[in-house]
């Protein structure tokens, strides 16, 4: 809808909005700005770019892609919806930023013109383009990061979008996602991308292959904290997957129910060559209920302690897949909890794998090993306190 026309959605005619029956372009401007929220329970179409400083409220429908572009904001306000036509974008272009400033009482609605359907995505772009995202509800939707983008998601809920990457990024800046909720939804996947997520909840994943929080040659400093990963349950879909990176921390998690790997870490081959997993630290991490508590493999390193594995019917694998790598690299932990698994250990001729005062089920206490046989308080109720 061009400019002329915007204010019309709002069941205005240009006769009663301008005093006259031609209004000049210059008034029809001036009061689409002005009216750009419209009535209470009205909406405003929209398409087309954003060049100039720009303000959402209440009802917005966007009928084709929205390009935010230049050194522009556009500012959504609290208690806004936005319906999304089938397949469309909002996008902040280098330079530019889209900020959604939702409160607890009233959040930044995003959802698809047709509840039967999916729209698309909304998205941070190129150099300088940042994208915020607080107290926002994104059903059927996905967000993105691209080519040196920055953002954040904080205090959100998305879920219902079922096809891939309902979060995701490649060559981003930094990406941070704080207390959000995601559930019903197909996978997460940043690509070479510094990720921070804390205080996070992930849930309720069911097609295959899918992954609640995939990283691709994650960059140094990323940083998953206090978050709950939980009911992965396609098959070969895991809760945390790392290929590749440097540098990344993975601690105070509780990890459980999945159907595959609860965190599997393993190398990524690149035109450049082949990239291990390296510097990663696991810790002060609770894992049960998977298949897999921790698989490591191709050269990857892992420096894991303080953490409990309970009831999986793998608990640590090591393993070489690639014939360009060694084993996976268990570097030496302390203070670890391998217990009451179908197979503790299983660890090929490639790996290497040490532990210092720790409980491995099966294996003899030697030298500063833990006690032979550690208590919890109820294994059946899930309460994995030492007595």
């Keep these: 809808m061009d400019v002329e026309s915007y204010f019309q959605p709002c069941?205005?005619?240009?006769?009663?909005?301008?005093?006259s029956t031609e209004p000049d372009r210059l008034t029809a401007m001036l009061w689409a700005l002005l009216l750009i929220g419209c009535l209470p329970g009205q909406a405003t179409a929209l398409s087309g770019k954003i060049q100039e400083d720009?303000?959402?409220?209440?009802?917005?429908?966007?009928?084709?892609?929205i390009r935010v572009t230049g050194d522009t904001a556009l500012t959504i306000q609290a208690g806004a919806t936005i319906n999304v036509a089938n397949r469309t974008k909002i996008i902040a272009e280098a330079g530019s930023e889209i900020l959604a400033r939702g409160t607890d009482t009233e959040p930044v609605q995003f959802a698809p013109v047709d509840p039967d359907s999916h729209w698309w995505t909304i998205k941070a772009i190129g150099s300088g383009s940042i994208l915020t995202l607080k107290h926002a509800e994104i059903r059927e939707g996905k967000v993105r990061f691209d080519n040196e983008a920055d953002g954040l998601l904080e205090d959100c809920l998305l879920h219902g979008f079922k096809l891939p990457s309902t979060i995701s990024s490649a060559d981003a800046g930094t990406i941070t996602l704080r207390r959000i909720h995601v559930r019903d939804y197909f996978d997460i996947h940043f690509i070479r991308s510094r990720v921070i997520v804390e205080n996070s909840l992930f849930e309720r994943l069911e097609p295959e292959d899918s992954d609640a929080l995939e990283l691709t040659q994650a960059r140094p400093g990323t940083l998953i904290a206090r978050s709950t990963f939980r009911r992965t349950l396609g098959s070969n879909s895991d809760a945390i997957d790392l290929n590749g990176g440097k540098g990344v921390t993975i601690k105070e998690c509780l990890i459980h129910t999945v159907a595959d790997k609860a965190l599997s870490i393993g190398a990524k081959s690149t035109a450049e060559g082949f990239s291990p997993?390296?510097?990663i630290v696991v810790r002060d991490c609770l894992i049960h209920d998977a298949g897999i508590g921790i698989?490591?493999?191709?050269s990857s390193t892992v420096n894991l302690h303080d953490s409990t594995i309970v009831d999986c019917e793998t608990g640590i694998r090591l393993r070489q897949l690639s014939p360009e790598a060694s084993g996976g690299i268990l570097k030496p932990g302390f203070n670890n909890i391998v217990w009451h698994h179908t197979a503790p250990l299983a660890i090929d001729e490639q790996s290497t794998y040490a532990t210092d005062h720790s409980a491995i089920q099966g294996e003899r206490p030697q030298g500063n090993q833990a006690p032979a046989t550690p208590e919890f308080v109820s294994l059946d109720a899930d309460d994995f306190r030492l007595v």
């Excluded at 720009?54 to 892609?65: F, K, S, Y």
């Excluded at 698989?295 to 191709?298: G, I, L, P, Q, S």
């Design 11 to 19: 069941g205005s005619s240009a006769k009663s909005i301008a005093g």
């Design 54 to 65: 720009t303000t959402w409220q209440g009802r917005i429908v966007v009928e084709d892609d």
């Design 277 to 279: 997993a390296e510097d």
């Design 295 to 298: 698989a490591v493999k191709d």
